[in-house]
């Protein structure tokens, strides 16, 4: 049985461009566009494994949401030489691992919704396969934008009427509130441009 998806420069419907100094909004789904992230639960998962992975690829968390069947997140990798889906299996396949483990336990439903047959394997998938969508970030005006786009997800879905009032987000952070992951700060020279 394999868990996927196990991101690689291959699975990625865009290829992911590792280039020093630049900053990436990446956005991944739900396999089947489920609502898995409804579950707080779930939430606490991702929110822990981007705090492992943060560690391990050394990278700074500047934004996220978490929308009910997908996620944004905007990273700067400290390091000259990083890879974009190394980082992104780091997040998404402990969080895969603990779901199918705890849908196992309760015998759920969902196995049989989760489970595809290819060839002679048999997989089960939390994560829209493929590797998501990472796009580079280079100016301060688009970061800027981006930020504004990410936070006001659930405000255009009508699930809030403002950005800081969803709970699985760093928009109230931007406001001078509590974030339920702590950020890192956004270095000064990203704004100068905006």
Partial sequence: MRLWPVPQETGFHRKAINTPGHVHELTFSCYRRFQ???ADRTCQWLAEAIQSARVKHS?????????????????????????????????KLP???????????ANSPWLTK?????????ERLFWQYGGGYDRNITCGK?????????HNN???????LRAADWKWSSAAAFEGGISPISLDPILWEWLADA
Avoid at 60 to 70: G, I, K, N, S, Y
Avoid at 95 to 105: C, G, P, S, T
Avoid at 114 to 122: A, V
């Fill in 36 to 38: 898995f992230l409804k």
């Fill in 59 to 91: 990278f700074d968390l500047w934004a996220f949401v978490f929308m009910q069947e997908h996620v944004h997140l905007i990273v700067r990798p400290r390091c000259p030489d990083y890879s974009m889906p190394k980082i992104m299996a780091s997040i």
């Fill in 95 to 105: 969080v895969a691992r603990r779901a199918i483990h705890f849908l196992q336990e």
């Fill in 114 to 122: 989760i489970t595809r047959q290819r060839g002679k394997h048999t």
């Fill in 142 to 150: 688009t970061l800027l934008q981006m930020l504004d786009y990410l």
């Fill in 154 to 160: 659930p405000v255009r879905r009508g699930l809030v």
